[in-house]
């Protein structure tokens, strides 16, 4: 090869190395620091690849339980493998700049790439400007998993905030947790207007999924710790909830619960849209036939709930049919980003 070829590879070399240093770098910036919903291609790489191992091992397990066991160890296992996809891709960076500044070889500049990384200083090699890059590597790698490092209390504490509502309206809403049954609940004195510092809370739950499952998108895969709860199960249940009290009651519209049901639509439908268009997430489905038909209430199902309003003495409007078709006409806002949800995060099947 000669020298001028040479020269012209390495200097290549390195303005690609610098250009992999700086995307990985921004996008872990932007992972955890940058407070805005936007997809990084690197992480969704990472998450995508993990999330196929755990699909197909998911898949070949005959029950739910066994399937959600294994799918809750995917968020936490993505999210360790994210810094180890960061530090190989600097690694390699780094390597091609320093076999750009005259290093001897690209595996002396592997070896001295991964040294630095590590700051393991078993690897040294002279020179002002190679050992400024050196040094510089040594400070991205502690920047890289400090980052991380820091951010997994905020990631857990927002987990506990949303899993703390996800058991208070469990327990609501009867066994198994119904909309009708957490309707009965709100109304068992007869009155819906005094009600409203529940919808509030709930408001503030929904406010709150909306801005952190965009903003760290790993946290919507983190499954609940008992297997049958799901936070995309509960927003649906909350929604249903008012849903029901609007189309089935014959009750006095609080201006509270509209904006709990407003506040619901807008999060599930901007967790959807970041997951389907920014984030390019395809969902596998994994779910039986049953599961996945018992996830979308039908005709039967509002059947049911009217019944059990009328048995726990509430009052109903006049026609049942009428009823049905202004609940249903009014789920279809959030409908698509549930069904999506629940697909792509496989939530645990709805008891009948």
Not at 140 to 149: A, F
Not at 171 to 195: I, V
Request: aromatic fraction near 10%; proline fraction near 4%; avoid cysteine.
């Amino acid at each position: 090869m000669s020298t001028t070829v040479e020269y012209g590879l390495r200097l290549l070399a390195g303005a690609a190395g610098i250009w992999l240093v700086i995307t990985t770098v921004s996008g872990a910036i932007r992972s955890f620091v940058l407070p805005r919903n936007e997809s990084v291609r690197l992480n969704a790489f990472v998450f995508s690849g993990v999330r196929a191992l755990f699909d197909f091992s998911a898949r070949r397990a005959n029950t739910y339980a066994r399937r959600d066991r294994i799918l809750a160890h995917y968020a936490p296992v993505a999210l360790v493998a994210l810094p180890i996809g960061w530090l190989a891709l600097v690694g390699v960076g780094y390597s091609a700049i320093y076999w750009a500044l005259g290093v001897e070889d690209f595996t002396k500049s592997y070896e001295l790439s991964g040294s630095s990384l590590l700051t393991l200083g078993t690897t040294s090699e002279s020179g002002l400007a190679v050992n400024v890059f050196s040094y510089s590597e040594a400070t991205i790698g502690l920047l890289l998993l400090t980052l991380l490092i820091s951010y997994l209390p905020t990631i857990y504490q927002a987990f506990s905030r949303r899993e703390i509502v996800v058991a208070q309206v469990e327990l609501r809403a009867g066994t198994p947790a119904t909309a009708a049954g957490l309707l009965a609940w709100l109304g068992h004195d007869g009155d819906f207007e005094n009600d409203d510092a529940q919808w509030l809370a709930w408001e503030q739950w929904l406010v709150e999924i909306d801005e952190s499952h965009t903003s760290l998108p790993v946290l919507a895969f983190f499954r609940s710790p008992q297997s049958g709860r799901s936070w995309v199960s509960t927003a649906g249940l909350i929604l249903d909830t008012a849903n029901l009290l609007f189309s089935a009651l014959d009750v006095p519209r609080s201006r509270q619960v509209e904006l709990t049901f407003k506040a619901g639509v807008l999060a599930l439908n901007r967790v959807h849209r970041f997951f389907d268009h920014t984030a390019e997430t395809e969902p596998a489905e994994i779910r039986t036939p049953l599961e996945k038909a018992a996830a979308t209430p039908g005709r039967s199902d509002f059947a049911a709930a009217w019944r059990t309003l009328a048995e726990a003495g509430l009052p109903l409007r006049a026609s049942e049919e009428a009823a049905w078709q202004h609940y249903h006409d009014r789920r279809r806002r959030y409908a698509p980003a549930l069904d999506f949800l629940n697909a792509l995060l496989m939530t645990p099947p709805l008891e009948k």
